[in-house]
């Protein structure tokens, strides 16, 4: 794994595995997780090319986030709603810009 990305795919998996056993999502763990992906974006502006490695781990955060919002329900549902939207803006912006 590139040193570059671990930060990033570090990050994912901290908040696949709190979504995976419901553990409560904390602002600190989301907030370095969009630190990372805009650092990421900034990075990956305009290239053709992602690291398969973060390209899967973005895949994988996509599919626990939108389980999670089928099991979920009160304000843990409008949280994990809130990061879904904003984790798909950036996916956006890493695979269409």
């Known amino acids: 794994m590139s040193e570059k990305f671990s930060s ?18 904390n602002k600190e763990d989301i907030d370095d997780l969009y630190l990372q992906l805009e650092k990421f974006c900034d990075l990956y502006e ?12 973005l895949f994988v ?6 389980g999670a919002l089928k099991h979920t ?11 879904n939207s904003k984790v798909n803006e950036y996916i956006e912006r890493i695979f269409l810009s």
């Open 73 to 83: 329900s009160g304000s843990d549902l409008k949280l994990i709603s809130n990061v």
């Open 8 to 25: 990033l795919n570090e990050a994912i998996m901290n908040l696949v595995e709190k979504i995976r056993l419901a553990d409560d999502l």
């Open 46 to 57: 305009g290239e053709e090319v992602v690291p398969k490695e973060t390209a899967y781990g």
């Open 61 to 66: 955060l996509h599919d626990n986030l939108e």
